[in-house]
């Protein structure tokens, strides 16, 4: 039943403030070289704290072996197939940890004089130089934290372009099957939003976006391929249907990896994009987070990009702050300077070719979970598929099996669920993404695993309603979490 | 694979895509390179910028040594390499070291709740003050110039598309502190929040319970702010705020040009539902034992779309890791420890260059520069302070310099040296 796994021990492990004790310390500091001052004298008394109440006391033994073994409660790409749908989780390649931590670039500090800083700026310069010629756009820049933040950037943009010819417009469109960042993003840079349905195929439809597509639409925001992980085959007439009436294209990067190398948004007809780095460009998702967010636009929004903007005076490089027009700043200094390193690590090893090989692999194993599972899992939705495959639970749900218990039980077979109940135009939607890390061995065992636990819903559907069996952690009541909410450790009384 | 997928080539993968939207052409590229090359790159880089300098620059990125523990634990695949934890059942890892953070942050802050991080300092002030707007039902902020002003820049550009409006109070020239007649004179019934950094932008630190004090007159929040976590292990916590929003950068995360960090906010349990950012609540498994998971996911935009609190979508777990991990290490008596140092190694500065403030200042302060000080210390490998005239070109040629426990005194004495 589980070729890929097999149970094994895991510790208990309290929380770090019940395996506190009084006195225990795991650090060290130098003796200090200067006279130790009276904090009362130097602060006031009244601003001075006594203790800080509750904080864990550990040995620095005790500190790791907590770590370790809370480590093990954590599933990783590094243990095996993480194919959750739009998120890209690919092998994060240790290369790109090592030369983000070179002290010379690590330490820098984004104050330090631009003579002393030239090293970290050429990774601005070449990033955006690369990201550039893979989106077909004209200015990149690197100051977004994240994907989200991307976005913002993005509709803060084509607000201050539209505002320029002297109207911001009122909406912003959106497709029923886009990220929930999207419509987020829309109000928060001060517009409404209307959602536009899916047509049979699941694409964009091209008479509705016509009609409502008017002189108070800013843009409309869209994802390519789709989160079905279907090409939006009609998008250059779409972005010419918005041009038309003088609004814009913004593009959801999150898919760029079933496009890097083949297809480049500013050749169909975007305006302006963002890119997740630690989708597409493999910097490691960190259970959450660090990310980039960069963000690539037309000559016509460059002006209006964050500040400060790169420039090269005289062959040296320099930080821009005199930019009249510039929505301002999104983030404090230049950017994920950190997750921009490993980014263009990543674009360096493979390389243009690298590049385009990886969208293959990514679209060929997307397309092979495909040919393999159709039997079992309806696609509700059979259009032909790149980077994802996005199945619904309906034939399994008929026995009162649903999506998020297949995707449980996938655990017990030793793979990350799929990415569950997304998109929204698919009832039950089970949604795989394999990225080109994967083999074919890794490949077919999670095929077999699928097609087992179809077999399973059939013939023992308890064993799959009751999944994961073989975790430390059984199912995890969320609903208890949310009700009487308890967010900190207390001392119990 | 292709045959099983019944395609002659991989070219076919890729029919879909109208002709009119394909690249014709190889990507402008040079052909990849090896894990030596990539190496021998970067390192030409680092070499490029400040190596073997030392720095007195702070400014909201401070040099505090990292322990050895940090980044063994956050190399370790099982957290490098998993993703936001949403299957509780095999993150538990990834969610009991958030629940330590949350815990750990509201210990620091004597906050109620705290969410799993934000982007960084700048952008959790922001989203602190949208909060503080939605709490309120008003538009207005009120900031201090001496908070970071980079901060206010990106709190200006949110604001901006929010019909909020962002109006800024002074300092006392003398104390360096935030200037209470200035503030209750721009103070109105539209101010959803008044915003103090403490230690401010100059080091000073504030009268967090006397700010607190005037915001409540006119019925309006105080939003406390920080850049220097390390000062928390001494200094008073920020309790008379109504959310504290900061940068966590001092706790071991590397300066690393300007980022990755992570920051926070936290606030009163009255307010937790108008907080953004992603939250981990303790429950129990079917089994009855304790667990964690993501929690109160209604303020979220990937539940709530266009009704959610911010766009964010994950937080910075693996900052936040360095910082957890960061925070235990040092535990109770380390920080507070760390934070003395920090305190006498600018206080020895401090008696050497007169600072420019008379208000008590942690680990940096104001000082009036000589010409051409910082170039003359660039000679021996000294990075000078930070030159304030482009943030505050009242303040002339003073500069902003920093120490902390990684200072040593010959370092500081010569640059006491060359400002005589």
């Known amino acids: 039943m589980t070729k890929a796994v097999r149970p094994h021990i895991t510790r208990n492990e309290p929380l770090a403030f019940e395996r506190s004790s009084p006195g225990k310390i795991g650090y060290q500091l130098p003796a200090l070289d200067v006279p130790e001052v009276d904090p009362a004298a130097a602060l006031g008394a009244a601003n001075v704290r006594q203790t800080i109440e509750g904080f864990p006391e550990l040995s620095e033994v005790e500190v790791i072996r907590h770590f370790t073994r809370l480590s093990t409660w954590n599933y990783a790409i590094d243990l095996g197939m993480y194919p959750l749908g739009s998120c890209t989780m690919k092998y994060n390649p240790r290369i790109n940890e090592a030369v983000a931590r070179l002290e010379g670039l690590a330490w820098s500090h984004p104050y330090q004089p631009e003579a002393l800083s030239q090293g970290a700026m050429e990774v601005f310069a070449r990033l955006e130089a690369a990201l550039r010629e893979i989106t077909g756009l004209d200015a990149v820049t690197l100051q977004p934290a994240a994907g989200a933040h991307g976005e913002l950037t993005g509709i803060l943009l084509i607000r201050a372009l539209l505002e320029s010819r002297g109207n911001p417009r009122k909406r912003i469109l959106v497709p029923d099957s886009a990220h929930g960042t999207n419509p987020a993003t829309a109000v928060i840079a001060g517009y409404s939003l209307l959602n536009i349905a899916s047509n049979e195929h699941g694409m964009i439809d091209l008479e509705q976006l016509n009609r409502l597509a008017d002189e108070d639409v800013a843009a409309l925001m869209v994802t390519n391929p789709n989160t079905l992980g279907v090409f939006e085959e009609n998008i250059v007439r779409a972005a010419e249907i918005l041009h038309a009436k003088g609004a814009m294209v913004y593009m959801d990067g999150a898919n760029m990896n079933a496009l890097a190398g083949i297809a480049r948004p500013g050749d169909f007809g975007v305006d302006v994009m963002h890119l997740n780095l630690h989708k597409t460009f493999s910097t490691p998702h960190g259970g959450g987070g660090p990310g980039g967010g960069p963000v690539a636009v037309r000559r016509n929004l460059e002006p209006f990009l964050p500040t400060p903007r790169l420039a090269r005076v005289n062959d040296a490089l320099s930080w821009d702050y005199d930019r009249p027009h510039s929505i301002g700043r999104v983030k404090a200094f230049y950017g994920n300077f950190g997750v921009l390193v490993r980014a263009l690590a990543y674009i360096l090893a493979h390389g243009g070719p690298g590049l385009r090989n990886a969208t293959v692999d990514a679209v060929m194993n997307a397309n092979y979970i495909r040919h393999k599972l159709q039997p079992y899992f309806d696609l509700p939705y059979d ?39 997304f998109p929204l135009i698919v009832h039950g939607a089970m949604m795989i993404e394999p990225t080109e890390t994967e083999s074919k061995q890794e490949l077919d065992l999670f095929i077999d695993a699928m097609i087992s636990i179809a077999k399973e819903v059939e013939e023992t559907p308890d064993v799959v309603l009751k999944a994961p069996h073989s975790t430390r952690t059984s199912r995890v009541d969320e609903v208890m979490a949310a009700r009487k909410p308890i967010l900190r450790w207390r001392p119990s009384e | 694979m292709l045959a099983a997928c019944g395609l002659g ?10 002709s009119e939207a394909r690249l014709h052409r190889p990507l402008n590229l040079p052909a990849g390179i090896s894990e030596y090359e ?41 957290f490098l390499t998993s993703y936001t934890p949403y299957q509780a059942e095999i993150s538990q890892g990834t969610l009991t070291s958030i629940f330590e953070f949350q815990t750990m942050i509201c210990q620091l802050t004597g906050m109620d709740v705290a969410n799993a991080s934000m982007y960084d300092g700048s952008t959790a002030m922001t989203e602190a003050a949208l909060m503080a707007m939605r709490i309120t039902g008003r538009q207005r902020v009120l900031v201090a110039r001496s908070v970071h002003p980079e901060y206010r820049e990106v709190l200006r550009t949110y604001a901006r598309n929010q019909a909020g409006k962002v109006d800024e109070f002074g300092y006392d020239v003398d104390s360096g502190q935030i200037d209470l007649a200035d503030l209750e004179s721009r103070l109105d019934d539209k101010t959803a929040c008044v915003i103090i950094q403490s230690p401010n932008f100059f080091g000073i630190v504030e009268d967090v319970r006397k700010a607190a004090a005037v915001a409540r007159t006119a019925g309006s929040l105080l939003l406390f702010t920080f850049a220097e976590a390390v000062s928390l292990g001494i200094l008073e916590p920020p309790d008379d705020a109504d959310i504290a929003a900061g940068e966590l950068q001092s706790f071991a995360i590397s300066p690393s040009y300007g980022g990755p960090y992570a920051g926070i906010i936290a ?28 929690t109160l996911a209604t303020r979220e935009q990937h ?43 600018a206080h020895y500065l401090g008696s050497r260059i007169e600072p420019r403030f008379t208000g008590p200042y942690f680990n940096e302060f104001v000082a009036r520069a000589p010409g051409g000080v910082n170039q003359r210390l660039l000679d021996r490998r000294i990075i000078g302070g930070l030159p304030l005239r482009p943030f505050y070109p009242e303040l002339g040629d003073a500069m902003l310099l920093c120490a902390t426990e990684m200072t040593k005194r010959r370092d500081m004495d010569a640059v006491a040296d060359a400002f005589a």
Not at chain 2, 328 to 345: H, P, V, W
């Open chain 1, 383 to 421: 259009r032909p598929n790149m980077h994802e495959v996005v199945f619904s639970d309906m034939r399994q749900a008929a026995k009162g099996v649903h999506t998020a218990d297949i995707a449980k039980r996938l655990i017990d077979y030793g793979f990350h669920p799929y990415t569950v109940s």
């Open chain 2, 9 to 18: 080539s991989a070219e076919e993968l890729f029919s879909e895509i109208p």
């Open chain 2, 267 to 294: 606030t009163k349990e009255k307010y937790v539902r108008q907080m953004p950012g992603r939250l981990v609540g303790q429950t129990l498994d079917t089994n009855g034992n304790r667990a964690f998971c993501l």
């Open chain 2, 303 to 345: 539940i709530r779309r266009e009704k959610a609190t911010s766009n964010i979508c994950t937080n910075q777990a693996l900052i936040a890791l360095m910082a957890t991990v960061f925070m235990e290490t040092y535990g109770k008596q380390g920080l507070r420890e760390l934070a003395m140092q920090n305190l006498s190694k």
């Open chain 2, 38 to 78: 990539i190496a021998d790159f970067f390192k030409g880089l680092a070499e490029k910028n400040a190596a073997a300098y030392t720095s007195f620059l702070g400014a909201g990125v401070y040099n505090h040594y990292r322990p050895v523990l940090v980044d063994t634990v956050i190399s370790r695949g099982e």
